[in-house]
């Protein structure tokens, strides 16, 4: 191949690299704009129907009913309008990145969940965690998501103990574990609960959009690292992040 056919090449990557971002930020744009569009809407069908139920006295039971599903299922929507505002905005609301205390982050997050700690008499250990270069909301909505998964999935009838530790590995990459005792999962759906929506227990008995953990992706791989799941049903999981200490220099 001569040169100029490959310079030719070259550029024509360019250029599809280029489109294919401002793709990428359009869709990202529209995802921003039209969930934050929904919730206006949807307020209004939850404000009307809660006031259709307080002022009408004769309404038979069945509508009644009907009109507090309508009510039950908008503020489920609104969840999942919610969280996928937080994931957009992943990308459309970056911070730069600064000096992250991954140690104060868990212990600020604990207090912020100080109320389920002491009721459900938690047990939560911190060691060795560094401090990182990241986006402080995003490091704090990943933290946030984590833990919390950890209390929601807990096993019945034992106290959750959730362990938080840093490993330092070569190349200025830290490992941190976030492992807990709760019910687990099968680790053949490891992979599964980072995708949108996809949540493997039952709904009515854990709320939720499926979406915490497709953030908490979306989160690491901004930082330029990783996440993964180990379980064991009955056990407990162990979400493992490998985060850079240092983010490499934007080009
Ligand atoms: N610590 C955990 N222990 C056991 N199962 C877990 C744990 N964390 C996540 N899971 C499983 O992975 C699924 C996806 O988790 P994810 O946090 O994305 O969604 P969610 O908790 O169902 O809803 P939300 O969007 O409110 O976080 C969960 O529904 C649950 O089945
Ligand atoms: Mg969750």
Known sequence: MDMTQ?????????????ELQRNNKELEDFAFIASHDLQEPLRKITTFGDRLIEKTVDLDEHS????ER?????????????DLLLYSKVT?????FELVDLEKKVKTVCEEM???????????????????EGDN???????????FNSFKYKSEGKPPIINIFGKK???????????????????????????PFQRLHGRSKYEGSGLGLTICKKIVER??????????????TTFILTLPEKQPPIH
Request: glycine share 6%.
């Open 6 to 18: 490959r310079k030719k090449d070259a550029e024509q990557l360019k250029s599809y690299a280029i």
């Open 64 to 67: 009644r009913d009907y009109i």
């Open 70 to 82: 309508m009510g039950k299922s908008a503020r489920r929507m609104k969840r999942f309008i919610e």
């Open 92 to 96: 459309t609301k970056q911070k730069p």
């Open 114 to 132: 100080d109320h389920i700690i002491h009721s459900t008499h938690a047990v939560v250990n911190i060691s060795n965690l560094p401090t990182i």
């Open 137 to 147: 909301n995003q490091i704090h909505q990943l933290i946030v998501n984590l833990i």
């Open 169 to 195: 590995k070569e190349n200025n990459y830290w490992e941190i574990s976030i492992q807990d005792n709760g019910i687990g999962f099968d680790e053949k759906y490891a992979d599964r609960i980072f995708k």
């Open 223 to 236: 930082h330029n690292g990783t996440i993964s799941a180990l379980s064991k049903p009955g056990v407990g």
